[in-house]
């Protein structure tokens, strides 16, 4: 058990500009989340996985967000034309099942949009 | 929807005992107690079912109260490693298929 592993740990970027950020979930769980956190709150749902399967995607998340889980392992959460209100810690986790298991988070990664 | 935390933040000794209520407007499933450091990842603490179980972590304990919508944080004896701020995330069942919604968080701050 190696942990859920986030990459890069920080991206400068200009605004108008496109970034990838990849998230390798702990090998046994299925299922796999983003979140958005910002200075002072919690966690914001992004969208998750159910394998290779996105079941949900946050109703507040825009066009510009997409993100892939091919073949249920890693992760990739692209942001296009980025704007400087997506500056923030972009968090993935992971959990095996559904319901009432626990989440495993990585250390995120914090994008700042000049 | 976003589950209410109080207080906001604290100032403890170490030694003293802290309470962190979470409060929801919506009937829960569930609630998830995390503390996050800062720079560093949110880390579990407990998953608490309806049916008003209390569960503990070494001096750290939690209760849910169903009827109340509520749960609360027990840290006794506080000690320096319990610093951070500490989340909770609350289910409310497959109506929102099974997300967490996320309180905005308590800071604690333990002084030696």
């Known amino acids: 058990d190696t942990g859920v592993s986030q990459d890069p740990r920080h991206k400068i970027t200009k605004r108008g500009q496109n970034v990838t950020f990849r998230c390798d979930p702990i090998?046994?769980?299925?299922?796999l989340y983003w979140y958005r956190q910002t200075l002072g709150q919690g966690p914001e749902f992004l969208t998750y996985?159910?394998?290779?399967?996105?079941?949900?995607k946050s109703r507040l998340l825009s066009d510009r967000f997409s993100a892939e889980r091919p073949k249920g392992s890693f992760s990739t959460l692209e942001i296009q034309r980025t704007e400087q209100g997506d500056s923030a810690m972009y968090l993935c986790?992971?959990?095996?099942?559904?319901?009432?298991?626990?989440?495993?988070f990585g250390s995120g990664t914090q994008l700042s949009v000049l | 929807q976003q589950p209410v935390q109080s207080p906001q933040a604290v100032i403890l000794r170490e030694g003293e005992d802290a309470v962190i209520n979470c409060s929801s407007s919506?009937?829960?499933?569930?609630v998830h107690w995390y503390r996050q450091k800062h720079g560093e990842a949110p880390v579990f603490l407990m998953i608490?079912?309806?049916g008003g179980e209390q569960k503990g972590h070494e001096k750290i304990s939690a209760s849910f109260n169903e009827k109340k919508q509520q749960s609360s944080l027990y840290l006794t004896a506080s000690q320096l490693s319990y610093s951070g701020t500490y989340f909770c995330?609350?289910?409310?069942?497959?109506?929102?298929?099974?997300?967490?919604?996320w309180g905005a968080g308590t800071k604690l701050i333990i002084k030696p």
């Open positions: 996985f159910q394998n290779e399967a996105q079941l949900e």
């Open positions: 995330g609350t289910e409310i069942g497959k109506d929102s298929n099974y997300q967490l919604i």
């Open positions: 090998s046994e769980h299925n299922r």
């Open positions: 986790a992971s959990s095996f099942r559904g319901p009432n298991e626990k989440l495993f």
């Open positions: 919506k009937a829960l499933y569930s």
């Open positions: 608490l079912l309806k």
